[in-house]
């Protein structure tokens, strides 16, 4: 990578280009949405409501008047929801017609463990299984050439994960941080480099690659009420977080930086990569476990009832 500080202004010309990004109503992922449209980028911009789906469009307006943006209704942690979504993308824009799909929308630490619709637990729903649901969905609507993307927003509290079989669910127990959300980030970042890995084997020139914002100010943090989580957030706030849009650095460069590379892992540069620019971020041996990849991969295809074979669709 370049020794410059990457920022906002070297995103290329997105001017042609589509893209689907969850949670681009709040936070980084709101950022995010903001940046590619100013690029040219149409974004499609699914929120929970209609009316957080057409605020996000408004606030975007205000700074791009001419973006293309369209508002549209999903909710991750319903696996309904993740097919009718995906069923109104394809019917509105059918074939091969997706540049860029951003797994972005994220819950984190539920204070209490909570289950969705579809009666899985509420964090590895919304985090990992609806987004593995929703990139499978879309799949077929990827375009088969270089410049195609799929990034995937995971987390620090990645490192700290461990993806446990016998408590997929927290059945067994629930710790909301350093269990539940640890482990569906972990989750991404395993089915982040698994589907690089899957996409290399089927010589599919689409890329898959993921991001995590450090530690960024967003509404993520307001569900947090554990005392030791608030102490810490309380210390290392002034000091060592960034800003939404300083968050979403790491997840523009894995979408549209050319100096981004396949299956690569972006967090922000800085002390213990919670704040700073971008650059490559570190990637612990259980997130490049292939053998862990691959039983998650099938179990999620189970839970999901989502069939996942990136080598059906072949390069033009
Ligand atoms: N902020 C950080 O320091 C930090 C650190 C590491 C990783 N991350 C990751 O960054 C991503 C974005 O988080 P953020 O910090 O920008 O938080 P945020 O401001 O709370 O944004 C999260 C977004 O996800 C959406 N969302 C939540 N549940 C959803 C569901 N069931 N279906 C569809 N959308 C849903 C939210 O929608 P609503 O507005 O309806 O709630 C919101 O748009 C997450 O994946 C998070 O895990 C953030």
Do not use: C
Not at 49 to 61: Q, T, Y
Not at 71 to 86: G, K, Q
Not at 195 to 207: C, V
Not at 307 to 315: E, G, T
């Amino acid at each position: 990578m370049s020794k410059t500080p990457w920022t906002a202004s070297q995103i290329p010309s997105q001017a042609g280009r589509r893209v689907v990004i969850t949670g681009g109503n709040s936070g980084i992922g709101f950022h995010a949405a903001l940046e590619l449209a100013r690029r040219g980028a149409e974004v499609i911009l699914p929120a929970r409501s209609e009316a957080k789906a057409d605020d996000a469009v408004r606030r975007i307006r205000q700074q791009v008047p001419d973006a293309k943006v369209l508002p549209a209704i999903l909710d991750l942690a319903s696996l309904a929801s993740v097919r009718a979504f995906a069923s109104f993308y394809a019917e509105r824009f059918a074939g091969a017609s997706l540049d860029l799909h951003i797994n972005n929308a994220g819950v984190m630490a539920l204070p209490t463990r909570e289950l969705t619709v579809d009666g899985y637990e509420r964090q590895f729903a919304t985090n990992y299984l609806g987004p593995f649901a929703l990139t499978a969905l879309l799949f077929p609507n990827l375009k088969a050439q270089a410049g195609t993307r799929v990034v995937t927003v995971a987390s620090s509290a990645a490192n700290f994960g461990k993806i446990d079989f016998n408590n997929l669910q927290s059945e067994a127990s629930y710790s909301p941080m350093w269990g539940a959300y640890a482990q569906s980030k972990l989750a991404d970042l395993i089915f982040a480099r698994a589907l690089q890995r899957r996409l290399t084997a089927a010589r599919s020139p689409i890329i898959s690659t993921s991001a995590h914002p450090g530690y960024a100010i967003t509404n993520l943090q307001a569900n947090t009420n554990g005392f030791i989580l608030k102490l810490m957030m309380a210390i290392l706030s002034p000091l060592l977080s960034q800003d939404a849009a300083g968050g979403a650095l790491p997840t523009l460069l894995a979408a549209a930086s050319p100096e981004a590379t396949p299956g690569g892992y972006y967090g922000p540069g800085g002390f213990q990569e919670l704040k700073g620019p971008p650059v490559p971020a570190k990637i612990t041996p259980a997130a490049n476990d292939t053998v862990l990849a691959d039983r998650l991969w099938s179990a999620t295809e189970q839970l999901t009832g989502v069939k996942f074979d990136v080598s059906a669709i072949r390069p033009l």
